[in-house]
Nanobody, 126 residues
């Protein structure tokens, strides 16, 4: 059973930077997608970025110029580096994992993922 734990959230001012971490414990899949999602109060959970165990990444258009999953980092933990943060980036950030390396065009859909962390809160003030 895979267990995911997010960390690194906090409160920052607009324009600031945060690096979130998604650590896995238990039996982690050898081939997988790990993705980051965000959920603001009253809104749907939205996919932001995903990383495959083979190194491929995918980003939502809304964040692709500001959010990065470092490619040169170890596979696990999976980091999400967020720069030039905006108040609308505030919310609970979750990481999620699914075994397998297929489904590239589905990797930002929450329905794809079978394991979720508990989330880490990000608050960006203006």
């Amino acid at each position: 059973q895979v267990h995911l734990v997010e960390s690194g959230g906090g409160s920052v001012k607009a324009g600031g930077f945060l690096r979130l971490s998604c650590e896995a414990s238990g039996y982690m899949y050898s081939d997988y997608w790990v993705a980051w999602f965000r959920q603001a109060p009253g809104k749907e959970r939205e996919g932001l970025a995903a990383r495959c165990s083979d190194g491929r990444t995918r980003y939502a258009d809304a964040v692709k110029d500001r959010f990065t999953i470092p490619k040169d980092a170890a596979k696990i933990p999976v980091y999400l580096e967020m720069s030039n943060l905006k108040p609308e980036d505030s919310g609970m950030y979750y990481c999620a994992a699914v075994p397998g390396t297929g489904g590239f065009w589905s990797t930002l859909r929450k329905e794809l993922y079978s394991v979720w962390g508990q989330g880490t809160q990000v608050t960006v003030s203006s």
